[in-house]
T-cell receptor, first 114, second 109 residues
Framework: NAGVTQTPKFQVLKTGQSMTLQCAQDMNHNSMYWYRQDPGMGLRLIYYSASEGTTDKGEVPNGYNVSRLNKREFSLRLESAAPSQTSVYFC?????????????FGSGTRLTVV | KNEVEQSPQNLTAQEGEFITINCSYSVGISALHWLQQHPGGGIVSLFMLSSGKKKHGRLIATINIQEKHSSLHITASHPRDSAVYICVLSGGGADGLTFGKGTHLIIQP
């Protein structure tokens, strides 16, 4: 099925460990996004990539890095995980940036940092 | 930044009831999205609308641009409709989106 695929679905890290969350879309979308979702809060944008070869900071970028590997793939890296990064992470994509375009979300990665 | 408020925050209803979830915002927008998130699951885009009304199955979304208000209705609700429903506005943020905190809906059999 066409869509956004995220891996892994679940992950437990110890404080200070690093990991990379993977995201791939097969809809030939230009724009991709990483969000985090915390209890009682709306989704918050971590980083985005308006098009292949570009990445920019969102609302909460501290502690994260991203790579737009190609048009399909957009990865999120935690270099030194902290308990404050315990959250559910969603990758999304859209044909072009802008609210008048539909967004497709991945199924999420539930990350716990202990 | 656009302020978005969803109501109610939590809603429990019986199967078959007509459900209404509201979304109000403070600054004019060009489009609004409704998303559905099942417990432990991913997020699905239900509607994107900029005016009037859209219908998909038992779901109906309306928007009144002048009143800065949108509603999501579910007719003949079913336990499988139990989910968090999120209103998303254009404007604000690097990605042009402002997310509501969601309405947690539980439909009891």
């Amino acid at each position: 099925n066409a869509g956004v695929t995220q891996t892994p679905k679940f992950q437990v890290l110890k404080t200070g460990q690093s990991m990379t969350l993977q995201c791939a879309q097969d809809m030939n979308h230009n724009s991709m996004y990483w969000y985090r979702q915390d209890p009682g809060m709306g989704l918050r944008l971590i980083y985005y990539s308006a098009s292949e070869g570009t990445t920019d900071k969102g609302e909460v970028p501290n502690g994260y890095n991203v790579s737009r590997l190609n048009k399909r793939e957009f990865s999120l890296r935690l270099e030194s995980a902290a308990p404050s990064q315990t959250s559910v992470y969603f990758c999304a994509s859209s044909e072009v940036m802008g609210a008048n375009y539909g967004y497709t979300f991945g199924s999420g990665t539930r990350l716990t940092v202990v | 930044k656009n302020e978005v408020e969803q109501s109610p925050q939590n809603l429990t209803a019986q199967e078959g009831e007509f459900i209404t979830i509201n979304c109000s915002y403070s600054v004019g927008i060009s489009a609004l999205h409704w998303l559905q998130q099942h417990p432990g699951g991913g997020i699905v885009s239900l509607f994107m609308l900029s005016s009037g009304k859209k219908k998909h199955g038992r779901l109906i979304a309306t928007i009144n641009i002048q009143e800065k208000h949108s509603s999501l209705h579910i007719t003949a609700s079913h336990p499988r409709d139990s989910a968090v429903y999120i209103c998303v506005l254009s404007g604000g943020g690097a990605d042009g989106l402002t997310f509501g905190k969601g309405t947690h809906l539980i439909i009891q059999p």
